[in-house]
């Protein structure tokens, strides 16, 4: 009996070692195998290092201002008997916003019209009588007076009724109505604002350290989160000549065109300063960068060094400079010509065999105008 369970085991152990054996093989044939195994190469798009010259250019952000902006308002008190215009439309100058009662003052003005053919008359005989030496000359005078009393009063008359039409001092764009028909006006009693908006003005800011490079002239460029896209040109019109001693900057004006009307007064935007003088960078693509915490780095395309065919990729850290639509510059750790992966670097590794397939590489533009799809 003891006899059979030593052999049982014995048994036991033999077959635990033969698979023990068996499974060391299956094990050390499959390091082998992964030892042996190589990746197929990643495809990459491909972009060069290129040497390009940019435009310099001082950054800042301004306010939008009319040129000519006021709060149209009532000089006289009266009654508004008639509203001329609509609120949010175009009106030139000269157009009439607004009447107020002149019903009293038209009364009034026939009187005083006929005053004035009196004391004319008056004066035309004071004039004879004076060169025949019938009267005096202080009843000339006092003819005179009279003539030119009247004349006032009639013109003060008419100088009423006309300051009771309100109009538009200029041509712009009107806001929303204040007034209502029948209304009793107060003077100063506001009726409705009234902007130009063609051209306009960019009101914004820069350190004294960049005055000496600031002058009249210079060409601005404008974009606004409101307008998506599109960039309006401009050119410097003012430069104030006091620093602000509490912020040691410098106000500037800049005027642009606003043919669409889309700029509006009060709104902010990024102002752009075109500087004379040109920078020589090195230009990649936006894309090409893979962005960390520890450095940014970029993957170069080199050729294989073990000796077989295809490329692979060495991981090279860089120092970034300024930013120009899909390109951005490199300051420092890239040469002119070297060839760099342009997309989809989160997915690479140092060492990493690739091939290179540009078929399907974005077109990358300084000034990239996205379709509206």
Known sequence: MKKRVILAL???????????????????????????????????TSAVVKADSWESSLTAVGTLTAVQGVIVSAELAGKVVKIAFEPGTAVKKGDILLSQDTSSEEAQLPGAIAQVNLTRANLDRANQLLAKGIIAQADR?????????????????????????????????????QVNLGQMLREGDPIVTLQSLDPIYVDFTLPQQQFPQVRSGLPVRVTSDALPGVTIDGRITTINPQVDAETRSIKVQATVANRTGKLRPGMYVNVAVGLPASQKVLAIPATAVLYAPYGDSVFVIGENREGKSGKTLRQQFIRLGETRGDFVAVASGLKEGETIVSTGVFKLRNGQAVVVDNKLAPDFQKAPRPENN
């Open 141 to 177: 005078d006092n003819a005179v007076a009279n003539a030119e009393q009247a004349r006032a009063q009639a013109d003060n008359i008419r100088a009423t009724i006309a300051k009771k039409k309100i109009s538009a001092p200029f041509s712009g764009h009107l806001g929303i109505r």
């Open 10 to 44: 014995v048994g036991v152990v033999i077959l635990i070692a033969v698979l023990g054996a068996l499974k060391a093989l299956q094990i050390g044939a499959m390091i082998d195998q992964g030892k042996k195994f190589v990746p197929p190469p990643e495809t990459v």
